[in-house]
C-alpha cells in the first residue's frame, strides 16, 4: 500500500471512530410524551420462565418498565423487595411491574422467586444484549472485575441505568426517572411509580 493510500484509510478510520464516538455521547434517554419501544424477552414470574410482550402488556393497562443493574445486589433488591410489597396496589390501578436487567435468565428464575426479593409478585425479564436498554437509549456500563452480589457470586453482565418509565396505555411515556440524574433511591422509584399510575 502506498503512503497515500495508507493516509487516506487513516483518514477514514479516525473519521468513523470520530463519528461512531460521537453517536455514542449524543445518546439520550427516551423522555416524557416520546413513544415507548415496543420489545418481548425472555421473563420468569414465580422462577417460572416466559415470554413477555410489552404490547400486551399495555392492552391491560398501563406498565411501569424498570431497568436496575443487577439482582443480588443491594439497591436492586431493595427496589424490587419494595415493588413486592406494593404490588397489590399497582394491581388496583391496573399497572403491570416489569423489571428488566442483563442478568441471564437463569439468575432471574431465581431471583423472581425468591421470598425476599420478587417474592413471584412480578416478573423480571432478561436483557443480555442491552438491545431494549439502547431502544429506550439507555448505555449498558461494562461489567467490572471483583464485583459479586449478596450471594457472593461474580458478576458478570454488564449494568443497566436505574432508570423506571411510566407508560400508559397509548404506548406513550408519562413519566422517566432515573437515580443518576434524580438522586432518589431505589424504594423512592417505586412510590413515585404508584403515584402516577394511580392518577392514570
Keep these: 500500500m502506498s503512503q497515500k493510500n495508507y493516509l487516506s484509510s487513516f483518514l477514514i478510520l479516525g ?3 470520530f463519528i461512531n464516538h460521537y453517536s455514542f455521547a449524543q445518546s439520550k434517554v427516551l423522555s416524557k410524551g416520546e413513544k415507548a419501544p415496543m420489545f418481548t424477552s425472555k421473563a420468569s414470574l414465580g422462577g417460572n420462565e416466559f415470554e413477555f410482550s410489552l404490547k400486551k402488556a399495555l392492552a391491560k393497562g398501563p406498565v411501569v418498565l424498570y431497568f436496575y443493574p443487577a439482582a443480588y445486589t443491594g439497591g436492586c433488591d431493595l427496589e424490587a423487595h419494595t415493588f413486592a410489597q406494593m404490588k397489590d396496589q399497582f ?6 411491574i416489569i423489571g428488566v436487567s442483563a442478568d441471564d435468565i437463569q439468575r432471574l428464575k431465581s431471583f423472581s422467586a425468591n421470598p425476599d426479593y420478587c417474592a413471584g409478585k412480578f416478573p423480571v425479564a432478561s436483557d443480555a444484549e442491552g438491545k431494549i436498554a439502547a431502544s429506550y437509549g439507555l448505555d449498558v456500563t461494562p461489567p467490572q ?13 454488564g449494568f443497566i441505568p436505574r432508570t423506571t418509565f411510566v407508560i400508559d396505555k397509548k404506548d406513550q411515556i408519562v413519566a422517566v426517572f432515573s437515580s443518576k440524574t434524580d438522586h ?3 424504594d423512592e422509584h417505586v412510590k413515585k411509580s404508584l403515584a402516577i399510575v394511580t392518577k392514570l
Design 15 to 17: 473519521l468513523l471512530l
Design 184 to 186: 432518589i433511591s431505589p
Design 145 to 157: 472485575a471483583g464485583v459479586k452480589d449478596v450471594t457472593g457470586t461474580q458478576v458478570t453482565h
Design 91 to 96: 394491581t388496583a390501578a391496573g399497572a403491570t
